[in-house]
């Protein structure tokens, strides 16, 4: 979870925890991170019948991180112009306050998006995994996904395949 301004705010989660229904999300959401999980999620919202606005920092929702079909992406971006959400591109989370988010833009401009529930889906690292453990055994250790780098099931499933064909 970032440092910022109201992080421990009642409205704030984290996607882990939005995930596993820790907590009940809100009609009017706001999804902080534009990867594929969080658009994934984000969408699963929309369809529910929520309001969601996506906050990404980078220029581009679905550009960062592990390589996504392309397919993917039309169907996602197509499915946001369908349900209508409110595409923040550009901008960061600055606060969760009553009122729901406080985002900037490049310039610093500041929109407030409210919200009953702002989802933070950014920060992730890659877990630590048992590789060091297990090599002390005298077997032959492969590591991949999020024990490597933060990725998806396709990564993972695609490394898998890799070390697989290697052996």
């Known amino acids: 979870m ?30 902080v991170g534009g990867g594929l999980v969080d658009c994934e999620m984000a969408l699963e919202y929309l369809q529910e019948g929520k309001r ?12 960062a991180g592990a390589p996504i079909p392309l397919q993917n992406v039309q169907m996602l971006k197509d499915a946001f112009e369908y349900y209508h959400a409110d595409i923040w591109e550009s901008c960061r989370i600055t606060e969760v ?3 729901g988010a406080v985002i900037a833009d490049k310039d610093g401009a500041r929109t407030v998006l409210e919200a009953d529930t702002v989802v933070m889906s950014v920060g992730f ?10 090599e002390n ?6 590591q991949i996904g ?8 396709m990564s ?12």
């Open 52 to 63: 969601v606005a996506i906050v990404e920092a980078l220029d581009h929702i679905l550009s």
């Open 2 to 31: 970032p440092k910022l301004p109201g992080i421990d705010h009642e409205k704030c989660m984290s996607c882990t925890d939005a995930l596993a229904d820790k907590k009940p999300v809100g009609n009017r959401v706001v999804v």
């Open 146 to 153: 999020d024990g490597r780098e933060v990725g998806s099931i």
């Open 125 to 134: 690292r890659p877990l630590p995994s048992m590789k060091e453990a297990l």
């Open 156 to 167: 993972a499933v695609w490394e898998a395949y890799e070390v697989a064909h290697s052996i």
């Open 97 to 99: 306050n009553d009122q």
């Open 137 to 142: 055994l005298n077997i032959d250790v492969y």
